[in-house]
């Protein structure tokens, strides 16, 4: 028999550890987490605020890399005992942020799980934290790092704080050094920089409101933060959130036990606040470019406004210090000579001009005009303001109409390239006023209610020969003809012009209205900035680059930040060159002569509202492009509603255009700003595109005056001059002005026609820098269509 080894079925729990081992592991380990833990427990000190919170400054350069303005790192904070700080303001902040303060251990379990959570994902370290935990970061100055390490750290101290300090002390650290936004550190500071009363003379309501701008100033101050977000943080976007989170605190107050229901009836609206008031160091215009360069620094994510509070950071800035005072004395001389609120209080107050410079050639931001001084007007008018750029916006339409073409009138209303038409500047587009807007595929264009739109020209002039009126592109431009324009948007597609301005770098949050006719002259309110920065893409042959206000930031620690240029092909040279060819007839022989340069070639466009609510020039040399706006508009936030002022008879004038005092500081500040540079000329361009429309009328007749521009349809029609259809069917003749007939040349002659159309219609007024829409009260129009 043969005798087979014998299967060892146990020789596996040899390898397999015993339990009185893993007990023996899994103790040692959790021992050693312990004995580490306890060791860094010991290790941890409970920190003094007072003692970390060294107060530095930031430090802002001019471009040439001398010293601008050091501030911003001023600590405005003013400690108060517990019992100078009102019971209300503690329970609005332990209602709103922690409600179990009191008897938790400092941390909050759930909140440090959820941090970890977002660690283990790459995102913000930042989790729910407790009073106590908040209260711990603030004295942890020197380290605002958002690590796993600071993070550990930050639970240690908080159990030993915990654990360690009084309740009531740990509340008043916490009150004493939260930032409240304004520079303000702590809440004695805050009750002086939003009431101008000490903290302890504050009342639910106020102390509920500042428990809500704890949660972020930027978003929660009412008086906005444009300048680091100009869509999400405007002043009215941030009094509703505040408003809302205040009500909350205030109903939790209620239900917790720390307010009574008759109490918190008192406070059902923001308590009346007070604007932001400004360092002495930030008068005329040093305040704005402060601003300007602090936003940047913030909306890059380089550091947290919180942390450039704290100070200690060198900021190198774009601006030129010599173009900077240029143009404030530009717009000074302009405002001395011809502005006078006391000559003429109803037509000259509130009368506002803004202004930037881009360097086509970088995308830097040279220089700005903010307002008079920005310690006494807030609102960078550089920035966004609400103020609508008129006929500025044409060039766009003819960038949209080299770049992609006209629609083949028997294609889709979707077309890609290869169906369209590219447009030479010498295709003819029909100049006549009041005229009635098609569609690419020539029907008649109507709203959803059935009404078409006639679109005005300034002071209701034809231009062009009857019957047709046809003029070319480039006459169309000089002399700023907005019936040319509308139907040129509307054959290319107002899609395809949209995209045009945000290629040229517009922001697309800017752009309104882009489903009427009206969005190709201008309904939209870019800001200064981007104005200047996308008419430099034109400028540098179609390459565009984002405006931008910071070089570089550094601090103790070395360079945090360096900007790169980034460069896009926007449009190709010969559609950018052929767009600043015809925009050098503006400047040569058009609306925009008073914009002429001694010896340098100069394109621009001028541009003013419907209404005469704002007025512009931009233009530009192959080195330096620029904008300036007019506008009249209100500072006092007191005042409901506030809106765009119509400019009739401002300084004199009867009507302001763009043409006008615009141009003439665009002049003044460029001839000094291109002192010594080189004078360079614009590329020749290249033939481009097919001559559409190429039946031309006999000799065109140029309108009457160069200063005569466009308007911008006004948002609201006026029921009273609303009309029904005209006849679907066209006639061999009608009567001028017939409404009922439609030979194609209704509403318009050489001697200017009559407003027959009604007011215009814009669906998406501009806002104003309160978020207020703006009405005007002339220009395009509708009529009522056969669904009417």
């Not at 370290?125 to 550990?152: E, F, H, P, W």
């Not at 597609?493 to 945000?502: P, R, S």
């Not at 010594?676 to 007749?701: L, Q």
């Amino acid at each position: 028999m043969i005798d087979y080894p014998r299967y060892d079925r146990d020789g596996w729990r040899r390898w397999v550890p015993s339990w009185k081992l893993v007990s023996g592991l899994c103790i040692g380990f959790f021992g050693t987490m312990v004995a580490a833990a306890g060791i860094a427990y010991a290790m941890v000190s409970v920190p003094v605020v007072d003692d970390s919170a060294t107060a530095q400054n930031n430090v802002y350069y001019w471009a040439d890399g001398s010293q601008m303005v050091a501030t911003g790192g001023e600590r405005n904070r003013q400690s108060v005992d517990l019992s100078q700080i009102p019971k209300e303001m503690r329970n609005a902040i332990i209602s709103q942020e922690n409600k179990t303060f009191y008897s938790d251990s400092g941390i909050d379990p759930k909140g440090i799980a959820r941090a970890v959570f977002n660690m283990a994902k790459g995102g913000d370290t930042q989790g729910g934290s407790t009073i106590t935990q908040q209260y711990v970061k603030n004295a942890m100055l020197n380290d605002q790092s958002q690590t796993i390490s600071r993070k550990v750290k930050e639970i240690f101290v908080s159990i030993k704080v915990g654990a360690e300090e009084p309740k009531d002390d740990i509340l008043e650290g916490y009150l004493n050094s939260a930032y409240y936004g304004r520079g303000a550190y702590g809440i004695q500071a805050a009750s002086r920089a939003y009431f101008n009363v000490d903290a302890v003379d504050l009342n639910a309501g106020q102390c509920a409101f500042l428990s809500a701008v704890l949660k972020g100033a930027t978003y929660y101050d009412p008086a906005g933060s444009t300048s680091i977000d100009p869509t999400g943080a405007t002043p009215k976007a941030n009094q509703d959130r505040a408003r809302n989170q205040m009500q909350d605190t205030l109903n939790k107050m209620v239900e917790y036990g720390h307010l009574s229901q008759a109490e918190r009836a008192k406070f059902t609206d923001l308590p009346k606040w007070q604007n932001p008031e400004s360092n002495a160091q930030l008068g005329g215009q040093i305040g704005y470019l402060v601003r300007l360069a602090k936003s940047s620094v913030i909306k890059n994510d380089v550091v947290s406004e919180q942390q450039l509070e704290k100070g200690g950071y060198s900021i190198y800035t774009t601006f030129d210090k010599k173009k900077v005072d240029e143009l404030e004395k530009a717009v000074q001389k302009v405002y001395k000579k011809n502005i006078d609120p006391k000559k003429r209080p109803e037509k000259d107050t509130h009368v506002q001009f803004g202004g930037a410079s881009v360097n086509p050639e970088t995308g830097a931001i040279e220089a700005i005009y903010g307002g008079e001084d920005a310690t006494k007007h807030f609102t960078n008018n550089a920035d966004v303001t609400g103020a609508q750029v008129g006929s500025t916006f044409k060039p766009y339409v003819l960038a949209a109409a080299m770049k992609w073409g006209v629609r083949d009138p028997d294609g889709a209303e979707t077309q890609p390239q290869d169906e369209r038409t590219v447009v030479s500047p010498k295709s003819l587009y029909s100049g006549k006023n009041n005229l009635k807007i098609k569609n690419y595929d020539g029907s008649i264009w109507q709203n959803e209610k059935g009404e078409q739109w006639r679109q005005e020209n300034d002071g209701k002039d034809s231009v062009g020969e009857a019957p047709d009126y046809k003029i070319d592109l480039r006459e169309a431009m000089r002399e700023s003809v907005n019936s040319a324009f509308v139907q040129l948007g509307m054959d290319v597609g107002l899609d395809k012009v949209k995209e045009a301005a945000v290629d040229a770098g517009l922001l697309e949050d800017s752009l309104a209205g882009a489903g009427y006719p009206s969005f190709s002259i201008g309904v939209s309110d870019p800001s200064a900035i981007r104005m200047a920065g996308s008419y430099a893409t034109f400028a540098d042959s179609g390459k565009q680059r984002a405006p931008f206000s910071v070089t570089k930031v550094s601090n103790k620690d070395g360079t945090l930040f360096s900007h790169k240029v980034e460069t896009k092909q926007a449009f190709t040279a010969k559609v950018a060159d052929n767009v600043t060819d015809v925009l050098k007839t503006v400047v040569e022989d058009g609306t925009g002569t008073n914009a002429q340069l001694q010896g340098r070639e100069v394109a621009g466009k001028t541009g003013t509202t419907d209404g005469n609510k704002s007025a512009w020039f931009v233009g530009y040399t192959p080195q330096l492009s620029t904008a300036i706006s007019m506008f009249r508009y209100p500072d006092d936030e007191t005042i409901k509603n506030r809106s765009f002022l119509e400019m009739y008879g401002t300084g004199g004038e009867e009507k302001i255009h763009g043409a006008s005092f615009p141009s003439v500081i665009w002049q003044d500040y460029m001839e000094d700003a291109m002192k010594g540079e080189k004078a360079e000329k614009f590329p020749k361009p290249e033939p481009i595109g097919e001559v559409i429309n190429d039946t031309p009328s006999p000799t065109p007749t140029p309108s009457p005056s160069k200063t005569e521009e466009e308007t911008t349809p006004s948002p609201t029609p006026s029921p009273s001059k609303t009309e029904t259809s005209p006849s679907p069917t066209p006639t061999e003749s009608c009567r001028p002005f017939d409404f009922n007939c439609d030979d194609g040349n209704n509403g318009g002659n050489d001697n200017g026609g009559t407003d027959s159309g009604g007011t215009g219609n814009s669906p998406s007024p501009s806002t104003s820098p309160s978020g207020t829409g703006e009405e005007d009260d002339s220009g395009g129009g509708f009529i009522r269509g056969p669904n009417g």
